[in-house]
């Protein structure tokens, strides 16, 4: 499985737009890139899923250069509602459901 | 409506006090793991299981035990529970094949081992 770095926190204010980046440099052919968000003394919940390009969906998008070798979850106009851990998980769709490894997650406050 | 739903949320016990901590879902999901999650450390894969009977070891599966008799069950087994174990556990479900939705996760079980 492909290990996966990313910015231990953020902060935003109410009405921004929160990119977060998640390295992968060994990511592998088949691998899709899954980010997850988590309230505190809750499961994950998922996000958005990608393989490359731009994904996007009604709550996020998700951007994926050429290389693959990192990915960028776009959260437009954040509320305060928005203030969890964000974790992206790298895998195969099947392997993502089997073996799985988390890495530590970015925390974002968002600020009134 | 569709969830994975483990028993106990919450639970106090003593060390060597063997305890089972239950997870079933109702999606007919192919795949189920079982994390925990410690402050500063993230969720960390304990065991997961691909069908009924087939089960393997996460990242840290010392002290625990796992079993997948049926589908929608995956009971996760502590037999001599130590305060090392004490965590926050979740249980999560996927279908196999992948979706748009990989893993449901259930809403968590706090352990306390004194």
């Known amino acids: 499985l492909a290990k996966t770095t990313q910015p231990i926190s953020m902060d935003s204010y109410e009405g921004q737009e929160v990119n977060i980046t998640c390295s992968h440099n060994n990511i592998a052919t088949n691998d899709y890139i899954t980010w997850y968000q988590q309230f505190p003394s809750q499961g994950p919940r998922f996000i958005i899923q990608g393989y490359k390009t731009k994904v996007t969906n009604e709550v996020a998008s998700l951007f994926i250069p050429a290389d693959r070798k990192s990915s960028t979850l776009s959260l437009p106009r954040v509320s305060l509602s928005d203030t969890a851990v964000y974790y992206c998980?790298?895998?195969?769709?099947?392997?993502?459901?089997?073996?799985?490894?988390f890495g530590d997650g970015t925390t974002l406050t968002v600020k009134p | 409506e569709a969830q994975v739903t483990q028993n106990p949320r919450y639970l106090i016990t003593v060390t060597g006090k063997k305890l089972t901590v239950t997870c079933s879902q109702n999606m007919n999901h192919e795949y189920m793991s079982w994390y925990r999650q410690d402050p500063g450390l993230g969720l960390r894969q304990i065991y997961y299981s691909m069908n009924v009977e087939v089960t393997d070891k996460g990242d840290v599966p010392e002290g625990y035990k796992v079993s997948r008799k049926e589908k929608r069950n995956f009971p996760l087994i502590l037999e001599s529970p130590s305060p090392n174990q004490t965590s926050l556990y979740f249980c999560a479900s996927t279908p196999l094949g992948g979706s748009n939705q990989p893993q449901h996760f259930g809403d968590g079980t706090r352990l306390s081992i004194l």
């Open positions: 998980l790298v895998g195969q769709r099947e392997t993502n459901a089997g073996k799985s490894t």
